[in-house]
């Protein structure tokens, strides 16, 4: 079986598990939605819990193996249930709204973040000891604050007291999102401080592992070698020490990858940016838990799938993957 | 007569100062401002509660003491309803403080745990107990942080602490994993086992006792986690509002829109508390990894012979060419993790 498919495989227990979690919870702790509601509004009568239950579809006929039969069979149509908060609006149907501006978002900047910071961490190893090294430091503590404080550190800084950037939302007002000019341009630039957040916040901590994997790589014998066979410095260390130190960054991109989307959802709050974060805090403020549930299942599967695609880019970059996937 | 306990104090206070100080200088420049930077702030948060100049809670009802700029009186100003900010910082401090540490104790606790246990064991238990660590890397924190608490009716201190604990321990497991695989087949573990210990014994006296540095760094980590964890999740609301810390500062900061009516002094200091809470703790880390692995300390600690700048050589690699043979059930489980790709074994075979 190639490496693809069986990592397929892994990552299809991982989506089980996170299913089957998220299916427990409600049952195991206490609370649920509908005496929330009940609390909500003391003067329901004991009799309209059974409405409540009926209304939002929570009700738990048949034995647990049956509801949780229902429950998978529920998910695989995307049927998540009613939303409490915005009620009657389905919970697939906020979802999809809330879904493109985070993965636009969060997805892009994302990977300019790494991009840039592998590439930072490359010239930080190779001049060891030298001017980048120097910044350290102050890139370590950037890695440390949290992404919503550095949020509203910017938002002080360039929309409150400079007025560069929009202090929040997603778009201008008054505009409707669709596929022309002034609202595209809008959304760009409402965008670029919550991006600009991102990328600087996570940057550091892609630039010292990488940095931290060229330094051993650099003390390989192989890459003496290329230096003493006369090659250009340049080709020594992008073909020869980058090429094998990138390995190791893209697993810890995989890695790393729910962190960086835990961080940007929390900062999105900050922004009031009209993306899954914003959803999330709303939702828990208001106890809507079919909407909190089902926004978890769909950020780990939002997880999981950038880890097939790092798997899928590792297959490609690691020579000796390719090599098995061939053969076999 | 007189002389004779004189050399001795003597001696003793020429040993200390020997071993001290090199002791001391030894730790990398970085190791050393973090181990200063999160003794500062364990002291604050030891000493800080005491020396709280007003109640934090204390709401001033006077119209003049709402949102005062950092004076006399108030030395970091004072929010919406006329609380201290200094005080509430100091109270801060110490929660969050106190749960990042206990999260910390716990998660590395089941981390050296799952972690030793899988290493040593081997065979099918490794590979179940790997193949559950690394499901639980794949899956995100946060978002099961808000749903598991988000059920729970008090969002109090214990449950924050018991299930960040819960979800806190992959990352040190995997780690602690490996060091096991590494040291499990020296010849000092093979002499215990010949002499017919037994094998928690072999564990808690042979095992442990050389991953010290591991666990120290992944308690390091875990406390990061747990204290960026905390903060995330009290902004977010889903924590004990009415007690203090450096979180629901920050919640009530923002929710009280601080920052539009520009008071900077309300949100900046428990945000900076945190980043540099952070900063301490990751320099630590750094020292940690650099006192195992000389190459990555600045070239300032390289060393100059004969005019030529020379740095310390590699230590011997922690994971070094470990052979396992996996076979039947633990080797089928195996081939789906992403290591199974270096697998230098495996790769050989499809040649």
Redesign the interface.
């Known amino acids: 079986?190639s490496?693809i498919v069986?990592?397929l495989?892994?990552?299809v227990?991982?989506a089980w598990?996170?299913l089957t979690?998220?299916f427990f919870?409600?049952r195991l702790?206490?609370?649920?939605a509908v005496e929330s509601i009940m609390s909500k509004f003391p003067n329901l009568q004991p009799a309209a819990y059974r409405a409540i239950e009926a209304m939002l579809g929570v009700g738990h006929p048949g034995s647990i193996w049956h509801q949780y039969w229902a429950y998978l069979v529920d998910v695989a149509h995307f049927n998540l249930g009613t939303s409490t908060s915005e009620y009657p609006a389905q919970v697939s149907t906020l979802l999809g709204e809330a879904l493109p501006w985070t993965i636009v978002l969060v997805g892009t900047a994302t990977v300019i973040a790494f991009l840039v910071g592998t590439a930072l961490g490359i010239a930080a190893g190779w001049r060891?000891?030298g001017g980048l090294?120097r910044v350290?430091?102050g890139l370590?503590?950037l890695?440390?604050?949290?992404y919503?404080?550095f949020a509203?550190?910017l938002?002080?800084l360039f929309a409150?007291k400079a007025h560069v950037f929009p202090?929040a939302q997603g778009y201008g007002q008054g505009l409707i999102p669709g596929w022309n000019w002034p609202f595209i341009s809008s959304a760009i630039y409402h965008s670029l401080l919550p991006a600009l957040t991102i990328v600087l916040t996570s940057i550091a901590g892609w630039m010292?592992q990488m940095r931290?994997v060229m330094?051993?790589t650099i003390?390989e014998d192989y890459v003496v070698a290329a230096q003493a066979k006369g090659l250009h410095n340049r080709r020594v260390v992008l073909t020869y020490a980058a090429r094998n130190a990138i390995l190791p960054q893209l697993?810890g991109f995989?890695?790393a990858i729910?962190?960086v989307?835990?961080?940007a959802?929390?900062m999105e709050?900050?922004f009031s940016y009209p993306g899954i974060g914003l959803l999330?805090?709303n939702s828990?403020?208001s106890?809507d838990?079919a909407l909190?549930?089902a926004?978890?299942l769909v950020?780990?599967f939002a997880?999981?799938l950038a880890?097939v695609i790092v798997?899928i880019v590792?297959v490609f970059v690691?020579p000796?993957?390719r090599?098995?996937e061939a053969?076999? | 007569m007189t002389i004779a306990p004189a050399i001795g104090t003597e001696l003793t206070a020429v040993t200390q100062e020997a071993t001290q100080p090199g002791w001391w200088r030894r730790m990398p420049t970085?190791a050393k401002?973090g181990v200063v930077l999160f003794g500062l702030f364990v002291l604050t948060a030891i000493i800080g509660p005491l020396v709280t100049p007003y109640d934090p809670s204390y709401q001033n009802p006077s119209p003049g003491a709402s949102m005062n700029a950092p004076s006399a009186a108030h030395l970091l100003g004072t929010t919406q309803s006329g609380q201290d900010v200094l005080s509430q910082l100091l109270v801060g401090i110490r929660l969050t403080l106190e749960l990042g540490l206990i999260v910390g104790v716990v998660a590395t606790a089941l981390a050296v745990i799952v972690g030793v246990t899988a290493g040593f064991l081997g065979g099918f238990w490794d590979e179940l107990l790997s193949?559950v660590t690394?499901?639980f890397?794949?899956?995100?924190?946060?978002?099961?942080l808000?749903?598991?608490l988000?059920?729970?009716?008090n969002r109090g201190e214990a449950p924050t602490i018991i299930v960040l604990a819960l979800l806190g321990w992959p990352w040190g497991a995997r780690v602690m994993r490996a060091q096991t695989l590494a040291i499990r087949n020296r010849d000092f573990v093979a002499a215990s086992r010949e002499t017919g210990e037994r094998t928690w014994r072999i564990i808690t006296f042979e095992i442990i006792p050389n991953e010290v540095s591991l666990i120290a760094a992944s308690f390091v980590n875990t406390v990061?986690y747990a204290i960026?964890a905390s903060?995330?999740l009290a902004?977010?609301?889903?924590a004990d509002l009415n007690s203090w810390s450096l979180g629901t500062m920050?919640y009530w900061a923002?929710s009280q829109q601080a920052?539009?009516l520009?008071a900077?002094w309300w949100?900046?200091p428990p945000?900076l508390a945190?980043?540099?809470?952070?900063?301490a703790?990751?320099?630590l880390n750094?020292g940690i990894?650099e006192l195992g692995?000389p190459?990555?300390r600045?070239?300032?600690s390289?060393s100059r012979i004969a005019g030529r700048w020379l740095k310390p050589a590699?230590p011997t690699p922690v994971l070094s060419e470990i052979s396992l043979r996996r076979n039947g059930f633990a080797g089928f489980l195996h081939?789906?993790?992403?290591s199974?790709?270096?697998d230098k074994a495996?790769?050989g075979e499809?040649?």
């Open positions: 079986m490496f069986r990592r495989i892994f990552y227990v991982a598990v996170a979690i998220n919870i409600p702790v206490p609370g649920n060891h000891g090294d350290l430091p370590m503590f890695q440390a604050i949290p919503f404080f509203l550190i938002l002080e409150v202090i010292l931290n330094i051993t003390g697993q995989g890695l729910g962190f989307v835990s961080g959802l929390v709050i900050v999330l805090i828990v403020t106890n838990y909190t549930q926004i978890f950020i780990t997880v999981l880890n798997d590792i690691d000796r993957a090599a098995r053969t076999r | 970085k401002v193949l690394n499901v890397l794949v899956i995100p924190a946060l978002p099961l808000i749903v598991l988000g059920y729970f009716p990061l960026g903060v995330a902004f977010i609301g889903v920050l923002q920052l539009q520009g900077w949100f900046v945000g945190v980043a540099l809470m952070g900063t703790l990751v320099l750094t990894d692995n190459r990555l600045d070239a300032s390289a590699d081939s789906f993790s992403r199974s790709l270096l495996e790769a499809g040649r």
